[in-house]
């Protein structure tokens, strides 16, 4: 498909200091869990992107100074020369692929963790940090300078590792912004007070960086703009002037909204936030500059982007997670090939999975983190040495749509899908329809119309139950089996351990949130107990959803948190604040242990006994694997030469990790024990 005219606008140049970008896609810095610990998944999951099209790849937070050091999250590091090394393969990565690199050079001030240096964080002033509570060092005047230079020293080693970019970091208020903030700065030296004392800081090192590698790199600014009020104390009229007095050493600058506590609502998740959101605020640094801008949003249509630019107020589409959901995004709008953009959910599992220590994962994009270490392509498939044979994948849920696609797209030419249900998609049949995660739909928009374009190679089967006889006859010699997971129909929980004494969900008052959202069954009466021991969405989307429909509420959970799996998404306290909102009640710290139709009682966190009445119980309190059918075929395989299982029906887990599972199978089917992973590289210190 030829491109779109009305795109054109976002395939043009933009010259930025002495570099040029050669489209208006930008990836801004964003966490993956690699660092410079991983250097290698750091620069091939870059260059995977830069091959995709970005004009631009940058890496997450680099540390400039010992005394911003972010242990145990993972993050970059440009102390010394020997870390120089550790950063070049990702500029190379960039470069080979026609993209610039960036870097986010950046100081965290009050909010360094330091686990691993023990030294004390810095900040304008002694006040304790807002995220961790530590109680920082003042900063000398010589601390400044010092830190100032470090920055500087950091800056010329990334130019000469090879990258184009340079940051002057100063969003989610790390030190540069907690100079601008009378909140974290109330200094009563040049350097505070003010607005022109606090801006100073920031300006000096703004003209350091330009006289120090000025004609080499470009010199990019990240400031977060007040949204809705005084974000960290700095107002958007002084977030705007600071702009306008910075601006000669600035060759880019990359707008983002709020602080580092409230990091949620720039990442923010769709439930609460439709792309673009921050546009209301970034768009107005429009009117102190005419130099470049990049803003975010969580943007994936081409139009929005394309209008975004012709408004006038920003030059460049900035994109995190978008670009880790598709790094072939730009490529996929420059080729009109829309259809197979996998659009980002704004789920924020790559935020759970990214952030801390862990490894970047993405539910749209399985191969997301693995680049380097799996050597996953996201758009590339190899040819697969048994792709003759036919396949049956029992199950059209994410685990057996993402295997059958990827099965299609190594070679194979007769995939089977099949389903008893009438429809595939599996648990995305409902989980959409839950309110807020709308766009959690794309999980299974994406992959039916993938399958559609795969018709010939993948034969789609629904309401047919296949039970362990009709798989041995089917014909096929491999079997998939992604037959997934249900709720727990008595209450199965790992807080008891056991099921609850009279829950069981073929009673009136006993309901599973398959049984609400597929089988339309509802409460008896009107006041309901959502009894949530998960606590990620199901619990809370099926109080508000029940909520909506005019019943009485409570939500019980063990933990001390309603939905607290849900904070690591950077969306639990927004959650809880909804729900309540809703009217709907949060009681924390109440373990069920029997269920009547009447009521159910148990204990609070103390041991107290507790009742309370209500008219039904929806048990959300784990998932049961559905592995009947694997376990059936793993004993008797009869004359297949293979059976695997995939996904819920293994282990019941995130969607993300279920997609995962299914399209490492339909990678390494042809491997010698498809049923373990093959090693992945691990990219351990060398021992010199
Ligand atoms: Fe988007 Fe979710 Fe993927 Fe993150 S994990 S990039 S929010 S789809």
Known sequence: MPRDPRHDVLFEPVQIGPRTLRNRFYQVPHCTGFGTGKPLSQARHRGVKAEGGWAAVCTEYAAVSPDSDEAPFAHVRIW???????IRPTAEAAHAHGALAGIELFHGGVHGHNADSRLPPLAPSQIAGDYNGQVPKAMTQSDIRRVQTEWVRAAERSRDAGFDIVYAYGGHTYLLGQ???????????AYGGSFLNRARFWLELLEMLDDAVGEDCAIAARLAIAAGGADAGVSLDEGLEFVRLADRHVDLWDVNISSISEWSRDSGVSRFFKAGWQLEWTGEVRRATAKPIVGVGRLTDADQMAAIIRSGVWDLIGAARPSIADPYLPRKIEEGRLDEIRECIGCNMCVVKGDGNGHLG??????AGEEYRRGWHPERFAPAANRTKDVLVVGAGPAGMECAIVLAR??????????RDTEIGGIMRWVPRLPGLGE???????????LEKLRRQVEIVTATDLDAAAVRDYGAEIVVVATGAQWSPVGLNGITRGPILGADARLAHCLTPEQVMLDGKRPPGSRVVVYD??????????????RAERCEVTILTPHERVAHETDAALEGPMLRQHLHDLGIRLRPGRTVTTVAPE?????????????????AVILTTQRVSDGALFAALDDEPGTLEAVYAVGDCVAPRVIADAIFDGHRLAREIDAADPARPLPWRRERAALA
Request: charged share 25%; glycine share 12%.
């Open 80 to 86: 010394d020369d020997d870390d120089i090394p550790l």
């Open 179 to 189: 100079f601008l903030s009378p909140y974290y700065n109330q200094r009563s030296d």
């Open 362 to 367: 993405c539910t749209q994009n399985a191969t």
């Open 410 to 419: 190594r070679g194979f030419g007769r995939v089977h899908l099949a389903t």
């Open 440 to 450: 959690w739909g794309r999980v299974l928009d994406w992959r039916r119309i993938q």
């Open 533 to 546: 021991c998960e606590g990620w969405y199901a619990g809370a989307g099926m109080a508000e959803l029940l």
């Open 599 to 615: 009521g159910v009682s148990g204990t609070d966190e103390f041991g107290v006994p507790f009742e309370l009445a209500c008219d």
